[in-house]
C-alpha cells in the first residue's frame, strides 16, 4: 500500500500490480487480467516504468467504462490508479 496524497484524497487501492520492466501492450494486458479478479468499486494500483502506458490507461479506462483515477510519479516507475466498473 502507498502512502501518498493520493491516500489523503480517499484512493485506497485494494492491491498493487507490479508492471516494471514490462513494455507496452503488458501492463495494460496484465491490468485487465488483474482487473478480472477484483469487485465493482475496487481500486488498483499499477506500478510500470513503461512511459507510454499514461496514454493506454487513460484511453482503455474511457472505453472500458472503468475509471481512470490518475497517476503518480515514483522514482523511476508510475503508479496508475483505477477503479473497477
Known amino acids: 500500500m502507498i502512502e501518498s496524497a493520493f491516500s489523503d484524497h480517499g484512493i485506497r487501492p485494494i492491491t498493487t500490480l507490479n508492471a516494471k520492466g514490462l513494455y507496452c501492450p503488458m501492463p495494460l494486458l496484465a491490468a485487465k487480467k488483474k482487473l478480472t479478479q477484483l469487485n465493482s468499486g475496487d481500486i488498483l494500483q ?13 484511453g482503455w479506462c474511457t472505453r472500458s467504462g472503468n475509471a481512470y483515477m490518475g497517476e503518480k510519479e515514483g522514482f523511476g516507475y508510475i503508479s496508475f490508479f483505477i477503479r473497477k466498473k
Do not use: L
Not at 46 to 58: L, M
Open 46 to 58: 499499477v506500478d510500470s516504468t513503461d512511459p507510454d502506458s499514461r496514454n493506454d490507461f487513460a
